[in-house]
């Protein structure tokens, strides 16, 4: 596991993963704000092959509600970043640890956005768990 994220191996293609991961952030109530295919992007602008790779911006419009009107600069840790990469084994998936996103930012010491990254945590934490069964 990375330290700036939750990692999840799954054993399916790709294309069958993408569309779990959103339906598991749907039912912790974020949304898919961007999506980006890193393998179309390359593809088009470099001419390049590159692994099926998506980073999905995910975000929980209360979370980010209540974070933002506390300190309008938590709006440089949002959104959440999932990321979704084919490898050998299948599909790895990593959501970003909110966590340690607030203490890279310099948010960590804000009590508001401590516990709002508690519970951006929480609810990411049962995505992954999601994920896994």
Do not use: W
């Not at 092959?49 to 980010?64: E, T, V």
């Amino acid at each position: 596991m990375s330290a700036m994220a939750y990692e999840v191996s799954i054993d399916a293609p790709y294309s069958e993963v993408v569309p779990r991961v959103i339906e598991a952030l749907q039912a912790e109530g974020f949304g898919v704000l961007t999506r980006i295919d890193v393998h179309d992007a390359f593809k088009e602008k470099l001419g390049v092959d590159f692994r099926n790779y998506s980073i999905l911006g995910a975000c929980n419009p209360s979370l980010a509600h209540r974070a933002l009107s506390n300190r309008p600069d938590a709006g440089l840790m949002l959104p959440c970043n999932v990321i979704v990469e084919e490898n050998d084994e299948g599909t790895l998936v990593r959501i970003v640890d909110p966590a340690a996103m607030m203490q890279a930012g310099g948010l960590a010491g804000d009590p508001v956005l401590q516990e709002v990254g508690a519970e951006a945590e929480t609810r990411l934490k049962r995505v992954a768990a999601a994920l896994n069964r």
